[in-house]
């Protein structure tokens, strides 16, 4: 589980509550700060225009989505050239027909697909463009989920503003009474509150945290494609390292040097 996502999303809340109890009182918590017909403009519109946005489909996808950003990445780009610098030794040793008992324990569908199209003896260049594909495809899935949560988050301030101009207007009817205008127009900003929080507490970090999350996974399955066909190409799996580690900032080469430990 990745603890920094969920500390986030708790802190966050903790700080916006000592704001609110150190300006009104925990005993005016509710009372200033809640307010049902607001949350209703607020969230319901900001929510049923992103569903006017999407399909059924996405629209229930991307909600599902959330948990994603508590999930910790199951493999890090270093374990993966270290993973394919084991396989490029095996295949340098006893052949590529070797990979494909590798393959039956794989649990990376992506690499483990790969690898059965090296040992198959496909061509390189088709070996990289089907996977180039599912690359493509994958990344696709994964922005429409990004997009999901940014579509919200420009939602929810522009529905609180909505609903600060319908509490505006009924605040200007009511003009001659002079003692009602400052809880109306108190009413009035909730929803600007509401749609802010909606956007830069959830929506917003969730859409970042996916972005991290795709741009990772991405890069890993680069390293895959490069390394396979490196592999198929009958490189020296010292080679192979040190072209797979320059996809890695300088400062985690010298420990994935390490953990992959490339033979000649």
């Known amino acids: 589980m990745d603890i920094a996502s969920l500390a986030g999303l708790v802190l966050c809340f903790a700080m ?8 009104a009182g925990i005993e005016n918590l509710v009372k200033e700060y809640m307010d049902a017909p607001s949350a209703i403009i607020t969230f319901g519109g900001a929510t ?7 399909s059924m489909a996405d629209f229930v996808g991307g909600l599902k989505s959330f948990t994603l950003i508590f999930k910790a990445p199951a493999l890090n780009t270093a374990e993966m050239i270290q993973k394919i610098i ?34 198959d003896g496909t061509d390189p260049d088709l070996v990289r463009a089907i996977m180039e594909t599912e690359l493509v495809s994958i990344e696709g899935r994964h922005k429409t989920r990004i997009g999901f949560w940014e579509t919200w988050a420009s939602m929810g301030p522009a529905w609180g503003m909505i609903g600060t ?32 929080l909606l956007a830069n507490w959830i929506c917003l970090p969730v859409a970042a945290k996916l972005k991290a999350d795709n741009e990772g996974e991405m890069m890993m399955k680069e390293v895959m494609i490069e ?32 953990e992959a430990g490339g033979e000649e």
């Open 86 to 119: 084991e396989l490029s030794n095996i295949a340098r040793k006893e052949g590529l027909l070797s990979l494909e008992e590798a393959a039956s324990d794989m649990e990376e569908p992506f690499l483990k697909k790969g690898i059965l199209l090296v040992v």
């Open 227 to 258: 390394g396979l066909l490196s592999i198929q190409a009958g490189e020296n799996p010292r080679v192979i390292e040190e072209k797979l580690k320059s996809f890695l900032a300088p400062k985690d080469r010298e420990t994935a040097s390490e």
């Open 48 to 54: 049923f225009a992103t569903l006017t946005s999407l």
């Open 165 to 196: 101009l319908v509490g505006l207007v009924d605040m200007l009817y009511h003009m001659t009474d002079t003692a009602a205008l400052g809880p109306a127009m108190a009413v009035a900003l909730i929803t600007t509150l509401y749609g802010s």
């Open 16 to 23: 916006l509550l000592f704001g609110v109890i150190n300006s």
